[in-house]
């Protein structure tokens, strides 16, 4: 066991205006599995480049490990997989890596196969059991569930679970809970570490806020009555100067001792009630710094002039001349919620095109009602370029709204002036998020909608879905969206 200690950090990026880190310390132990999470755009990657000393930066950062990062990059995907690692390790041991490749349910050919053969999840896990390997590294992975569906996250999860030293950022809170013990939160106001899973995080944080909540309102109505009390007090004092004076317009002789002592004692109330309204004021200031403020959003759903939307009878996907799915039935009705499951490469994604109209191979029976109007969230972002502004107008959007949503997903009016390149990969999902959100559809068809996406947004736009009940087909790992969300799901296999 040793420790990680971080102190004073501060750092800001040349293009931004503000510090992402200031005088950040904390201390994190090299035994932990520990869970790194924030929101878009808080800085949980660049903590991890700033532990891997990319960035300069003020404070101090002492350790006595090294660092590997996940992901790993690849320079020449066409060699073998083999070879690949044993550049990263030079003194690898080929039995303990089948060993962990059999524990990632991965079978030992991969290693013979050119890297580029490999999906995107066995490239995951092949990269994993090789860093996990360099047993003396404390390891960054930073969100490898993005390329793992339901089966591979539940199998990564349990990897990671039986081990321990290493930094994990992902906003997946099923697979948080199944493989973390303590969890760093890099919040509005500073950085927090807790001993717990996800769900342990939570639920203090939701107490922690609704104490905080409760006692911003106690110190209100303190403040208020203590400013009309002070309020009581001066015009008190106004009314013994005016005693005072009273008493020597009419030639009676004052008591000034009495007097004196009098506002003496004002005096005093007064100083106590200032002194009062000073330290309430200022315990007031110390609350809700890291309140998520988690505002409602809306969405535009259309009544359909038909119960049912879309039908499937024995339909199955097939691509050059292969099929590649078993053939499945499905209907579409006002208000549905489905969820597409299966593996990576069983059709998925096809499914949500041919609802969408595009050309897709298939057999069996589908046809959609007429006049259908369709919101499409696609997993791919690399063509997001330009301003907000030229985007909503591109789109048809109301620029006005799109800008509110945006707002409400937690982004800066600072990122309003970016062009949609310069955005982090969470940032350019909620971009496609919020143009749907502004769409009036019958339909939403949202493909894998949350990669990069937050936690506290996840839980934002479930609320949403939950209000507005809209009609949606949607593809997604995340386990928990789909429990809370889905009204049926319908699972792919070949």
């Known amino acids: 066991m040793s420790l990680i200690n971080i102190s004073n950090l501060t750092f800001s990026y040349d293009s931004c205006y503000e510090n992402i880190f200031q005088n950040a310390s904390f201390q994190m132990d090299t035994n932990w599995k520990l869970g790194l999470i924030g929101r878009n755009g808080r800085g949980k990657t660049t903590l991890l480049k700033l532990l891997l000393g990319m960035y300069p930066y003020s404070g101090s950062i002492s350790s006595n490990v090294s660092f590997e990062y ?69 390891l960054l992975i930073d969100e490898p569930t993005n390329h793992l569906d339901l089966r591979g996250r539940e199998i990564v999860g349990n990897y990671l679970n039986s081990k321990r030293g290493f930094i994990l950022v992902s906003h997946d809170r099923f697979f948080l809970n199944q493989c973390t013990d303590h969890i760093l939160s890099i919040n509005k106001a500073d950085i927090e570490i807790q001993k717990g899973n996800f769900s342990t995080w939570q639920l203090n944080k939701d107490r922690m806020d609704q104490f905080e909540l409760a006692e911003n309102e106690k110190l209100k109505k303190e403040i208020k009555n203590l400013t009309e009390a002070s309020k009581r007090t001066a015009k008190w004092s106004d009314q013994v100067e005016s005693t005072k004076n009273g008493s020597l317009l009419s030639g009676i002789k004052p008591d000034k001792g009495y007097i004196g002592h009098k506002a003496a ?115 791919d972002t690399s063509f997001l370029q330009g301003d907000l502004r030229t985007f909503a107008r591109e789109e048809s959007i109301d620029e006005s709204l799109f800008k509110a949503i945006l707002r409400k997903l937690d982004f800066s009016r600072t990122q309003f002036d970016k062009d949609l390149r310069e955005f982090s990969a969470g940032q350019k999902k909620k971009v496609l998020i919020a143009k749907s959100l502004c769409q009036e559809a019958h339909l939403y068809i949202w493909d894998e909608p949350l990669n990069y996406i937050d936690v506290i947004s996840r839980m934002q736009i479930e609320e949403l879905i939950l209000q507005y009940r809209p009609t949606m087909i949607f593809v997604e790992h995340d386990r928990c969206f789909i429990r809370n969300i889905a009204t049926a799901q319908i699972t792919l296999t070949k």
């Open 70 to 138: 996940f992901p790993y990059e690849i320079e020449n995907k066409e060699r073998d997989t083999l070879e690949i690692i044993e550049d990263m390790i030079p003194d690898l041991e080929l039995w303990k890596l089948k060993r962990e490749l059999s524990l990632l349910e991965l079978p030992e050919e991969v290693l013979y196969r050119s890297f580029s053969t490999l999906s995107n999840g066995e490239q995951t896990k092949v990269l994993l059991a090789a860093l996990f390997m360099k047993e003396e590294a404390f």
């Open 265 to 379: 004692k004002m005096m005093k109330r007064s100083k106590t009630i200032e002194a009062r309204m000073e330290k309430s004021i200022e315990d007031k200031s110390k609350l809700l710094k890291n309140l998520e403020t988690v505002e409602s959003l809306a969405i535009k759903p259309v009544s359909y002039h038909k119960s049912k939307l879309a039908e499937a009878i024995d339909l199955f996907v097939v691509y050059d001349e292969r099929k590649i799915m078993d053939p499945i039935s499905f209907s579409v009705s006002a208000g549905d919620r489905i969820a597409i499951k299966g593996q990576n490469g069983s059709g998925k994604s096809s499914i949500l095109k041919l609802i969408l109209g595009e050309e897709i191979e298939y057999r069996g029976n589908y046809h959609t009602g007429s006049g259908l109007i369709i919101s499409y969230v696609p997993q």
